[in-house]
């Protein structure tokens, strides 16, 4: 099964900055890999899949890359409604996994 | 738009069985692949089932494999899921998700709110 592990766990920035999160395979998933974000009592909700493409209504801000093992996901500047927690998920190599998530909180 | 509405949650005792239903509107439900994603309290996300669009083929993770069954009525709009011999472990709030393309790709692009399931005695 390919572990994916998301670091860091908790990142501290204020509106208006750039956030940078990272998701490594542990084996390789080529692109095959999606983000989700997740605010409080909310479901999950898709931001990119196949590493780089932003799902439908997605803003622009929200930007994807990577392949292989080694992934980001930049929000290029944080408005307030992006805090919450972020996943990343692979189809890459079944059983399809998610990291453990990336929390990002308002500094 | 679309949307999914998920019921069936509740307190159920280990051993115990429970039946969830997702009930879709805004798409064409009938040529979607669907799924069952999982998360337990506090927790990450888990895969749990998919069916194909036409409810010929199901796969599940393992650690739900042969106790739990997804279905789907295409006259109905609805998912199913089927949890038999719940266990503690079981204990999450389910979500259901449609998939991004009409061909399946594992992609879980929208999704409902979710019902939870506490398996306690």
């Known amino acids: 099964e390919i572990v994916l592990t998301q670091s860091p766990a908790t990142l501290s920035l204020s509106p208006g900055e750039r956030a940078t999160l990272s998701c490594r395979a542990s084996q390789s998933v080529i692109t095959y890999l999606a983000w989700y974000q997740q605010t409080p009592g909310q479901a999950p909700r898709l931001l990119i899949y196949d590493a780089s493409n932003r799902a439908t209504g997605i803003p622009a801000r929200f930007s994807g890359s990577g392949a292989g093992t080694d992934f980001t996901l930049t929000i290029s500047s944080l408005e307030p409604e992006d805090f919450g927690v972020y996943y990343c998920q692979q189809r890459g190599s079944w059983p399809y996994t998610f990291g453990q998530g990336t929390k990002l909180e308002i500094k | 738009q679309v949307r999914l509405v998920e019921s069936g949650g509740g307190v159920v005792q280990p051993g115990r069985s429970l039946r969830l239903s997702c009930a879709a509107s805004g798409f064409t439900f009938s040529t979607y692949g669907m799924h069952w994603v999982r998360q337990a309290p506090g927790k990450g996300l888990e895969w749990v089932a998919i069916i194909s669009s036409e409810g010929t083929n199901e796969y599940y993770a393992d650690s739900v494999k042969g106790r739990f069954t997804i279905s789907r009525d295409n006259s109905k709009n609805t998912l199913y899921l089927q949890m038999n011999n719940l266990r503690t472990e079981d204990t999450a709030v389910y979500y259901c998700?449609?998939?991004?393309?009409?061909?399946?790709?594992?992609?879980?692009?929208?999704w409902g709110q979710g019902t939870l399931i506490t398996v306690s005695s």
């Open positions: 998700a449609k998939d991004l393309l009409t061909t399946v790709t594992y992609y879980f692009h929208y």
